[in-house]
Structure formats: structure tokens, C-alpha cells
């Protein structure tokens, strides 16, 4: 069983900060974690890119966030980060962890989602 646990969401003024991170807890072994990578939906929009990373460190943003979120990794914790700067109230969302996993298969998981609300 790969559970990815969220956290960091929370509110906040426009033009402030949050980080969100998300770890990932298994029962058994876990051969690799590939691409990592934030999600996140907007009430009444589909679920959107917002950044990933691979195993190697390259990363990629949706053009919306680009130069206000990086994106990070930790592979010794297993835990991958969002740190959003400059945040806008078209940010609000639900921002769900994405990971890309290796055990005997390799599958996606998906965290259950962690709330952004940016107010003006």
C-alpha cells in the first residue's frame, strides 16, 4: 500500500507564501520513485499541471506559476515540495501530489488534495 500525505495548504493574502509537501509512506519496497509532480483543481475547472520533477532534478511548470513556484525534491525523504511565492487568487485550489512509482509495477498514486485559498 503507497499512501502520499500532503501538507502546508492553508490561506493566505495575496502576495504571500505557503510550501507544500508531500511524502510518500509504504508498506514494502518501493524499487524507485520516478517523476513528481503538483496538481490542482480550481472549483468548477479540471485538474491541472502545475509543476513536476524527475528523478533527475528537471523540472517543469505550467506557464501561470512560472518564476512564483519552484518545485523540489528530496529523494532521501522520499518527499517533493511546491514553495509558491507571490500567490494570486486565481491560485485558490485544491493542489493534489502526484508520484510515478516503481514496485512490482510501476503506477501513479495521488495524494487526497490540500487546500490553497488565497484572498485579496
Known amino acids: 500500500q503507497v499512501q502520499l500525505v500532503e501538507s502546508g495548504g492553508g490561506s493566505v493574502q495575496s502576495g504571500g507564501s505557503l510550501r507544500l509537501s508531500c511524502a510518500v509512506s509504504?508498506?514494502?519496497?518501493?524499487?524507485?520513485?520516478?517523476?513528481r509532480g503538483w496538481y490542482r483543481q480550481a472549483p468548477g475547472k479540471e485538474r491541472e499541471l502545475v509543476a513536476v520533477?524527475?528523478?533527475?532534478?528537471?523540472?517543469n511548470y505550467a506557464d501561470s506559476v512560472k518564476g512564483r513556484f519552484t518545485i523540489s525534491r528530496d529523494n532521501a525523504k522520499n518527499t517533493v515540495y511546491l514553495q509558491m511565492n507571490s500567490l494570486k487568487p486565481e491560485d485558490t485550489a485544491v493542489f493534489y501530489c502526484y508520484a510515478n512509482i516503481k514496485r512490482i509495477l510501476i503506477a501513479d498514486y495521488w495524494g487526497k488534495g490540500t487546500l490553497v485559498t488565497v484572498f485579496s
Open positions: 509504504a508498506a514494502g519496497t518501493i524499487f524507485s520513485i520516478n517523476v
Open positions: 520533477v524527475s528523478s533527475g532534478g528537471s523540472t
